[in-house]
């Protein structure tokens, strides 16, 4: 990866550059059998679940939740996706006016929380319209990590806990877990119930919850409580700012591409025809607009880092070695700028991602969602809601971008704006 950011165990920064792609497949397959999760410290309240878990227990959750995000659970959420949506066009056709732009960023992710909340938890919190207090602490706790990835003084440990940065961050935390314990509590009250489980059990539909709580494993016995927790506090914290992040660039992406933009509408309405809603079968029909997701995952890569603890030293083909211990930084979007990877890496162009193009596409040169075993277990239940969400938007808005107020990307734990993300919206007849 170009502009790899390397530490030694003892955090001295030994600072790579390396030059893609030969570093690339080399390091990626020798360090997944190397690897432990980097960055646990910034994880301290969502227990141990997928994200930072290794060895046989991560194996076992993996096992376990991969079939809730199966085609045949994301199909019912479809509906679900589009109804969030909706109400953020709602808003948005309230709020616009002739002149001045909007910053999209904060609604589209209250939208895909909203929506994540529905799906996976069958929670109806309706926190687009309301401030409640479980999206405002998942929200806050979000700004508040960032804040302390960005304050050096903050990654010691004994200095955040006893600052008001820190005692804030544990009231968010508090505040997440009385709700994630809550949640889980109603949900096995529910299913002591031999008829609300028969019920569960013949629904088309098991959430998330459902399914960590019906888990057995070989010997019968159920998943303990505290992984329950850390699993629903991982998806709920993981699933819904990186979708959100997506969305948002997505649409910038467009507003400053009018003609890509366009055929995107084009191709939604020969989809749609008469029809207003989007249904799942739609979704596998629409190759312009997963050609330009894609191009702006490629771009804006919401995880535009990812991290990794050697638990073995790796010796690279030009004889440098990284020792145990290390803290490495995989740099996706350094990677998905490289323009040894990629043709005019800045350039804005869909096609890249067109079938007669793929060929010429190393499998690592695009990683918005990682690769291998450890990829994003909800790859797909993300590039749903983006076309569903886009489609939508596109249908009812002409997106064009606010030129006095440009987006200032940093990358940081996801990929941010400093200034947000303006764009001027024109209702469509
Ligand atoms: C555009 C949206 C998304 C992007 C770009 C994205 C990206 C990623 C990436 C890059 C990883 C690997 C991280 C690492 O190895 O350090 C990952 C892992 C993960 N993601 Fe996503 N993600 C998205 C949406 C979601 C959603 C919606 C959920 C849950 C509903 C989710 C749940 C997870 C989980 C649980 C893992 C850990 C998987 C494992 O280690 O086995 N992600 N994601």
Redesign the pocket.
């Known amino acids: 990866f170009a502009r790899n950011r390397i530490n030694d165990a003892d955090g001295r920064e030994l600072s790579h550059q390396h030059r893609a792609p030969s570093l690339k497949c080399h390091s990626v397959s020798r360090l997944s059998a190397t690897i432990q999760?980097g960055l646990n410290c910034v994880f301290p309240f969502l227990g141990k679940?997928?994200?930072v878990l290794h060895g046989p227990k991560?194996f076992q959750h993996?096992r376990l939740?991969t079939p809730a995000f199966h085609n045949d659970i994301l199909k019912s959420y479809v509906s679900l996706m589009a109804d969030s949506s909706k109400v953020m066009l709602d808003k948005w056709e309230k709020r616009i006016t002739k002149d001045k732009s909007l910053d999209i960023f904060e609604d589209v992710c209250l939208m895909t929380l909203d929506s994540?909340l529905k799906c996976?938890f069958s929670y109806h919190s309706n926190c687009q319209n309301r401030s409640t207090t479980l999206p405002t602490a998942i929200h806050d706790l979000t700004a508040m990590i960032q804040q302390r990835i960005k304050t050096f003084l903050y990654h010691n440990d004994l200095i955040y806990w006893f600052s008001p940065h820190g005692r804030r961050f544990r009231n968010a935390c508090r505040i997440i877990h009385c709700n994630t314990e809550k949640m889980i509590k109603e949900r096995k009250e529910r299913l002591k119930d031999k008829r609300e489980l028969e019920n569960i059990q013949k629904k088309r539909r098991l959430d998330i919850l459902d399914i960590l709580l019906c888990a057995k494993d070989e010997n019968g016995e159920g998943l303990p409580d505290e992984d329950i927790s850390a699993e629903t506090d991982?998806?709920m914290f993981?699933?819904?700012d990186?979708?959100g992040?997506?969305i948002s660039w997505l649409l910038y992406c467009l507003a400053l591409h009018p003609e890509h933009q366009q055929r995107c509408r084009e191709e939604i309405k020969e989809i749609l025809g008469d029809r207003e809603t989007i249904q799942w079968n739609d979704l596998s029909n629409m190759p312009y607009i997963t050609m330009c997701i894609k191009e702006s995952?490629r771009l804006y890569?919401?995880?535009p880092q990812?991290?990794r603890q050697l638990n073995q030293p790796v010796t690279f083909f030009d004889g440098r070695t990284l020792p145990e211990g290390s803290l490495v930084s995989l740099h996706?979007y350094a990677l998905h700028r490289n323009p040894t990877v990629w043709k005019d890496p800045e350039v804005f162009d869909p096609l890249r991602f067109s079938q007669d193009n793929l060929s010429d596409q190393h499998s690592f040169a695009f990683?918005?969602?990682?690769a291998g075993?450890?990829?994003?277990?909800?790859?797909q239940?993300?590039m749903t809601?983006?076309k569903v969400s886009l489609a939508l938007t596109l249908l009812r808005f002409e997106l064009s971008p606010d030129l006095n107020n440009p987006p200032n990307e940093v990358v940081q734990l996801l990929l941010r704006s400093t200034t947000g993300i303006h764009l001027h919206l024109k209702k469509l007849s």
């Open positions: 999760k679940g997928l994200v991560w993996r939740l994540l996976t991982t998806l993981g699933g819904h990186t979708t992040t997506g995952l890569p919401p995880v990812m991290y996706v990683l918005p969602f990682s075993p450890r990829n994003c277990i909800a790859q239940f993300a809601e983006m």
